[in-house]
Nanobody, 125 residues
Framework: QVQLVESGGGLVQAGASLRLPCAAS????????MAWFRQAPGKERESVAS????????YSADSVKGRFTISRDNAKNMVYLQMDNLNPEDTAVYYC??????????????????WGQGTQVTVSS
């Protein structure tokens, strides 16, 4: 099993940057495809970004391409979401997720077995 703990959320102004770390437990972190999802109030959960086991491949949703970057450090059991040029539409709870059932980055939530508790990101205009 993998336990995931997100941090780094907060209240920022439009145009600001935030970096969300996600710490994973366990010694097999490198076996998991990792992803970030988000859910805004009254909306469905949506994919943000995903990264392959080795970190050589990534996927980003169209809404965040060019602004958000996913990365990982397998030696530290960490995955990160660098968010630049934030806007109020990015306000949501951000969740880290892990999949041991796929080898490719994917934004489909059904592939992910493990989820963190989420961290709130609020962007004011």
């Amino acid at each position: 099993q993998v336990q995931l703990v997100e941090s780094g959320g907060g209240l920022v102004q439009a145009g600001a940057s935030l970096r969300l770390p996600c710490a994973a437990s366990g010694r097999t972190f490198s076996r998991y495809v990792m992803a970030w999802f988000r859910q805004a109030p009254g909306k469905e959960r949506e994919s943000v970004a995903s990264i392959s086991r080795s970190g050589d491949k990534t996927y980003s949703a169209d809404s965040v391409k060019g602004r958000f970057t996913i990365s990982r450090d397998n030696a530290k059991n960490m995955v990160y979401l660098q968010m630049d040029n934030l806007n109020p539409e990015d306000t949501a709870v951000y969740y880290c997720a892990a999949s041991g059932r796929t080898t490719q980055p994917t934004g489909a939530p059904g592939w992910y077995d493990y989820w963190g508790q989420g961290t709130q990101v609020t962007v004011s205009s």
